[in-house]
DNA sequence: GTACCTAAGCTAT
DNA sequence: AATAGCTTAGGTA
């Protein structure tokens, strides 16, 4: 952005600010909260308007295969906006490289998680009071300090929340989490597995949406049982969907319980064309939901902020926290 | 066609 | 909720 701009021009006032000068000039709101590592920004107050009469388009019925019940917008999101959003995200969000400890056949392996993740939200059995206080969801009063102990959960922010009341609206779904993940180049991936953890009860309706780099969503069936009336009965088809920026999918019915999916690595021109974002809307009925994302999402490791000149994932210290610094 | 290369897919741990 | 190592697929000269 050019700073010329002459003396004369600087102490005549203008009649109407450009649509450009109006947005930079809005007064940039937070959500905080306790338990955030930093303040996050609220989306300027145009986009966040706009995500609210979303989707763009109807989305598409996949329900061809056994098991599955799909829906597909091609995009939810209008390519105006997704840019905006993603890099929005990206630079906002605090994020986490989570690293566990699992057993492999006899043998320790570390397991450092192929991708940067972050959560927000609180399962249905409590929710956040006015001032931000944890409250059982029946009585209404504080719950006990041990109820969440390991790791105090985090309110929605209000980007995020933003997008959660649009689908909600669009699919008829509630939710009360959000999981984000952030593959930073085609190295970054996730195995292939279902969202059919107990906690969210049977048939949970998930949606997913994707911003920026486009990637190889791979869906598959678990394996089928040898069918005595028709053992050479073909297997259900593998898909392969090409997720774009913008996109979203609502994975429904008995999706979770019969079929897995990834995002695998890719390299060279398939690696996509630099970071994505993966934004997930689900609904924890029980405790152990809330505990499970937490860990594995948000873990106890450092955070981790977007720098803009290095254009990469940089650990944010305590210090620049503590002064807000990016 | 065939040798050679890279990427993708499969499987045991 | 993952990875290494092997096998297979696919492109190109």
Same mark, same amino acid.
């Given at each position: 952005m050019s700073t010329k701009r002459t003396l004369d021009a600087f102490f005549t006032p203008t009649a109407k600010k450009s649509r450009k000068e109006d947005e930079s000039a809005e007064i940039i709101r937070h959500s905080t909260h306790a338990s955030y590592p930093m303040a996050i920004s609220e989306l300027p107050s145009s986009i966040s308007k706009e995500l609210s009469s979303l989707p763009a388009r109807p989305g598409r019925e996949i329900? #061809?295969?056994?098991d599955l019940d799909l829906i597909y917008y /091609? &995009?939810?999101? &209008?390519s105006y906006l997704t840019n905006k959003l993603f890099e929005f995200l990206r630079s906002e969000l605090p994020f986490h490289r989570v690293e566990y400890d699992i057993n492999r056949g006899g043998y320790k392996t570390h397991i450092r998680t192929p991708r940067y993740t972050t959560v927000f939200g609180l399962d249905e059995t409590a929710r956040f009071d006015e001032d931000g206080s944890v409250v059982d969801a029946k009585s209404g009063f504080k719950v006990d300090d041990? @109820?969440? /102990?390991r790791y105090p959960p985090r309110p929605i922010p209000k980007c995020l929340d933003d997008l959660r009341r649009s689908a909600e609206a669009a699919t008829d779904c509630r939710f009360n989490f959000c999981l984000v993940n952030y593959y930073?180049?085609?190295a970054d991936s996730i195995s292939f597995h279902s =969202? #059919? /953890? @107990?906690?969210?009860? &049977? =048939?949970p309706a998930i949606a997913s949406f994707s911003l920026g780099a486009r990637r190889d969503f791979l869906m598959k069936h678990k394996p089928v049982a040898p069918d005595d009336q028709n053992p050479d009965r073909p297997q259900p088809k593998q898909l392969k969907l090409p997720l774009a920026s913008g996109d979203m999918i609502l994975m429904r019915g008995r999706t979770q319980s019969n079929w897995l999916h990834s995002i695998p690595k890719r390299t060279g021109k398939n690696a996509g064309d630099g970071g994505r974002i993966n934004i997930t809307f689900r609904r924890a009925m029980v405790k152990d939901g809330t505990e499970n994302y937490y860990n594995y999402n948000v873990g106890t490791g450092p955070v981790y902020r977007w720098d803009k000149t290095m254009r990469e994932m940089r650990l944010s210290s305590a210090k620049d926290q503590l002064e807000g610094k990016p």
């Open positions: 329900n #061809d295969q056994p /091609e &995009p939810y999101i &209008p041990k @109820r969440y /102990e930073a180049s085609g =969202d #059919d /953890e @107990r906690f969210l009860g &049977p =048939d």
